[in-house]
C-alpha cells in the first residue's frame, strides 16, 4: 500500500503550564513549574498536582472537566489548521486519549448508591454523554470516525498513532488526535497507594527523584495528508513521519527491566519514518520521575541514541496528565520543531549513575530535522512517535541530512 | 482481511462448541439477581458462570486478575488456538485490540468502595491497577506471550465497529500480520441497577430482536468475544470481513441474512423496521447472550460460524409482531454473505458485512 505522507497543520495545548500553546511556551522559557496542593476535590493527600487554574472555554454544567480541557486544545488546533469553520467539507475523524473520562467515577453518585440503595441518574447521564471521542465530535459536528483510546499512560500518543493508520488508509481526510484528561480523585489515590507519587516537586531523570505529580490538560494535533494540506492552501512542513508501538507482556504496574518494549516501539516507529537513530535531534521523553520508568527509559535512550542525544521530561512543567500526556507532548514536540528550541528538562539537577545520561538542563536550540515522543504505560504499553520539518523531495521521501 | 479463529466467553459457556449448541438449541432462560435498591425484585442477567472463566492452565500467571481481565483473556486465548496459526512468541506479527464500552467496572466500583472504607491513603494498589481499561489487553498480551501493538478503546456507540475498522488498517499498512479483534463487558450490581433504571427490562428474560419498539426491553449480558483477522487466507479461514460501512456508506446488493442487534440497549428501536422489512432474511441472537453495547461482536461470531457451517440457524426468540422475514428454523443453506446490522447512539447505522 502506498501511505500517504501525514503533514500535522494544526496543534493545541492545555496544562498546568498555559492555556494555550504561546502561554505554554513563555512558561517553558521562564522555566518556573507551576505544581500547588489539590483544590478541586477534596482529598486529605498533600502530594503536589499540576491543575489547570485558566480554562477559557466555558462548559456546560453537565460537561465532564476532561471534555473541556480536550475542546480547549481541539479549537486551538482547527484554528492554527485553518480549520475554524469548514470541516464540515471534509470527513474528519476524532481520536483521542483519555483514562479519567472513561470511568463513572462520581464519588456522590456511588455513596449515594451504596447507602440509600438508589441515586440520581444525572451522573450516569453526564457519563453516558461523556465518551470523550464521541462529545468532540458532537461538539464540532464531525462527519467521520470517533474513538476514544484507553490505553492509560500511553493513550495519546496512541490516540496520534490511531490517527496515522486512519489517513493512511483512507477512513478520513483529516484527523483530530491527541489526549485529555482531568485530575481526579481516582488515579490520585491508585497512584498514591503503587507509592510513585512524590510530596515534592517532581524530578525527571534525575538522581533523587521520588515519583511523579499528577496533571491535567489536552495536547491535540490537527493530522490530514500532504495533499489535502496542499490543496486546501495549508502546506506544512511538519510531518507526522512513524509510530511505533510494543507490549513487554511483562507485568500489570512495571515496564520491563530490560526496556525491550520501549526499544521495539522506538525503532518501529524510526523504521516507518525511514530514519536511523543517529537522525534524532531530540526526544521529549515519558519521564515521569518515578525511579523505574526513568531508568528504564534513560537506559534505553543511551543504548539507542548514544551519550549526546539532547532529550527532556516536559512533565516537570506539566505534571504527569495521564490520558493526555502522549497527546500534550506530541503537541510540545511539534512546536520545538517548528520554534527550533526545546526547554530545559525542569526538576532535573544531577545525574544518575544508573542513567548515565542528563537531559538538557537549559533552553537549547535544536537544528536537525527528526523529533521523538515516547510514552510508556500501565499494561507495558510503549509507544514512540517520528516527527519532521521539512520539505520532501520529488520521490516522496524525506531528506535526512538538512534542508 | 480474513477471519481465521474465533473464541467467545459468554453465558451458555466458553468456546466454539459452545456458541454451536447455543444456536443449535436456541433460548434459554436468564438468570434472575436480586436488586439491591429494590428489596423482593430482581433482575434478569445473562452471567458467565465461574466455572467457565477457571482455567488452571491458560490463567495461571492470573491470579489476581478480575472477572473482565479473566473473560478476555480466555476468548482471545480461544480464538488464536482456534485458528491454528502459531503466533510468532516474542515477535510483534500480532496486534491486539480490545473494544469495551464500561470497562472494568465492577472492579472500579471496588475500588471506589476502598476510598470510602478505608480512606484516600490506605486503598488497593491491586485493584487499582484492575480498574484501568487496558488491564484485560495487557493480560492477553502476556497470556500470549505477544509483543505486537495491543489498544484498549471504548465508545457507547461503535466501539466494536471502528477497532475492526483499525483492524484493517494495521493490516493494510504491514503493522501486522493479524490482528485479534474482540469485545469484553462485565456486568456487576451497579450496572444492573443502572440497567433497572435506564433501559426497560424483559421481565420475562426474552430480548425481542423484531419488534422493533419505541420503548424495548433488554437482558443485560456480559462475556467475551475475539476475532483473530489475518491478512492471508490461511486455508482454515471462517470467512472474509468484506467491510465496515458507517453511516452514508452502504455496501452494494443484498445479502442472504441480515443479523439485527436489536437488544434493547438502545431508547427506540423503531429504526430497525425500516432495514427489517426489505426483501431480505433478518436473524437476532443476543436473546442467547444478553444485551450489550458491544453486542456486535458476539453477532459476528456467530455469522462466522454460520458462513463456515453454511447453515442458518433459527432464532432463538421469535415474536415477530410486525410479520417481518425472520429465521424461524435450522436449515443447511448456500450462505455467501452475512451483514451485521446496528444503530448507535445517535441512530447511525453501521453494517459489517462478512462473506464466504
Redesign the interface.
Known sequence: ?K?ANVVITGVGAISAAGADLAETLATFQKGRPRAGAVSLFE???TYPVFEVKNIRRKGRDDEMRSIRLALCAVEEALMDAGLRSGLSLFKVGVCLGT?VA????D?DF??A??SE??AS?RS?DRY?KG?L??AVG?AIEI?G????????CSSGA?AI??AL??L??G?CDVAIAGGADELN???????????ILSDSICAPFDRDRKGLNLGEGAGVLVLESEEMARKRGKPSLLHLSGYG??????H??APIPDG??LE?ALK?AMSEAGIHAGDVCFVNAHGTATPDNDRIEGSVFRRIFGDEIKFLSSKGFTGHTLGAAGGLEAAFTAAALREGWIPASAGFAQEDDEIQLSPVRETTAISGRFAVSTSL?????NAAIVMSRGALDASGAQNRSGV | MNVTGVGAVFARGRGIGSLEEALRKGWVAPSRRPLASSPGKSIPVYSVEEKTITDKAVLKKMRRADRFSKMAVLAAWDAVKDSGIEIDEGGASLGIILATAFGPQVTAFRFLDEIIDHGDASVSPTLFSHSVHNAAASYVASALGNHGPTLTVTQFGLSFHQALILARAWIHEGRCEHVLVGSVEECGTVMEYICSRKLGISEDGRIRPFEFSPSPSAVPGEGSVFLLLSGEDRGQKYCELRGVFLDDESAEGDPDLRILDADGMSEDETCYQEIASQDVPIGGYLPLAGSMLTGSAFHCAVAAVMLRNQTLYACPVQDNPHAVRACNSTEQKNLERIQCVRYGCLHERAVIELGR
Open positions: 500500500m501511505a482529598t486529605s493527600l483514562t472513561s470511568q463513572l467515577n464519588m456511588y455513596r448508591y451504596r440503595k438508589t441518574m450516569v453516558l465518551n471521542a464521541e458532537r462527519r470516525p470517533s474513538l476514544t483510546v484507553v490505553n492509560a496512541d498513532g490511531v493508520s486512519w493512511r488508509d477512513v480523585i481516582v488515579p490520585l489515590c491508585g497512584f498514591g497507594a503503587l507509592g508501538s510494543a507490549a513487554d507482556a511483562f500489570l504496574t525491550s518494549g521495539a518501529k504505560a500501565f499494561g507495558g504499553n
